[in-house]
């Protein structure tokens, strides 16, 4: 539910400027609100279970703007033909950009909330700006002709890396807030 509201609040935002720019922030933030709205409702619990519920709110997120761009009459790709073209490229080169990074902030944010009772702290703070800035090199490497496709590689191999290491460390400090054992 979060991952499709967010959806539609960042199609009418986005149209504000340059989507390119304008995206990554307004992305970002409307998709970790999403995760703090179902820690809320469900109880915060931990680390991993903010970076499970992070994780499906991403990709959610991500396959209705998926859909939203193969549907939308505005199509940024120009025509219908050139929208199905742009799919695959959409799905296997970009697959997982917003589940991956939702999943790192949602677990942030459930580690803060857990820690202080905030959401704002300063992991939840520093996670966040590190997605904006992972998915703002992704949707500037979208203009940068060729070689933005040898960034768009490396922006997802820092990312998968995070993605990694952010889940190791969120079973860790699960197990450790929980008494041994994640939940």
Known sequence: MGGL??????????????GVVIAPFVEEVLKVAG????????GVGTPIRGF???YLVGAAFECYENFLY?????????????AFAALPVRILLGF????????????AVAY?????????GRVSIGVLLLAIGI??????????????????????AVLVALFLVTRKRALAASKRMSGGRPS
């Open 70 to 82: 193969i549907a939308s009459p505005d199509d940024p790709y120009g025509s219908v033909a050139e």
């Open 5 to 18: 509201v967010a959806t539609f609040c960042a199609s009418l935002l986005n149209s504000l400027g340059p």
């Open 96 to 107: 997982g950009l917003h589940a991956a990074a939702t999943a790192m902030t949602g677990a």
């Open 112 to 120: 803060t909330l857990g820690q202080s009772g905030r959401v704002l």
């Open 35 to 42: 995760v703090v709205v179902v820690l809320r409702i469900f």
């Open 135 to 156: 998915h703002l090199v992704w949707d500037l490497a979208t203009v940068a002709g060729i070689a933005g496709y040898a960034l768009m590689a490396l922006d997802y």
């Open 52 to 54: 499970v519920v992070g």
